[in-house]
Nanobody, 122 residues
Framework: QVQLVESGGGLVQAGGSLRLSCVASGLTFSRRALGWFRQAPGKERKFVAALSGSGAATRYADSVKGRFPISRDNAKNTVYLQLNSLKTEDTAVYYC???????????????WGPGTQVTVSS
């Protein structure tokens, strides 16, 4: 049974930082592309960042490029998203997901975690 579990969300002031983690089990982690998405209240789930299985290739949404580096530790079956220079518009539930190949669409991903809430106050 595949399971992804996010952690690290919380309440932070604008300009602050958080590090999100997502631990995966039940799959061959090193062969999977991993992605982070976010969903604000009343809005669609949107792509944030993705990382290939090898970790060599990354993709970012324009809105987070340069602020939210994605990384992975295959020995720990964990993918990270470092949230820096947070803005109020970054407030959302953040989801990690696993795919056969890296992509930017929700439908590219096979497995999802339940999400972790990030709230940025002004």
């Amino acid at each position: 049974q595949v399971q992804l579990v996010e952690s690290g969300g919380g309440l932070v002031q604008a300009g602050g930082s958080l590090r999100l983690s997502c631990v995966a089990s039940g799959l061959t982690f090193s062969r999977r592309a991993l992605g982070w998405f976010r969903q604000a209240p009343g809005k669609e789930r949107k792509f944030v960042a993705a990382l290939s299985g090898s970790g060599a290739a990354t993709r970012y949404a324009d809105s987070v490029k340069g602020r939210f580096p994605i990384s992975r530790d295959n020995a720990k079956n964990t993918v990270y998203l470092q949230l820096n220079s947070l803005k109020t518009e970054d407030t959302a539930v953040y989801y990690c997901a696993a795919a056969q190949q890296s992509g930017t669409r929700v439908e590219d991903y096979d497995y999802w975690g339940p999400g972790t809430q990030v709230t940025v106050s002004s």
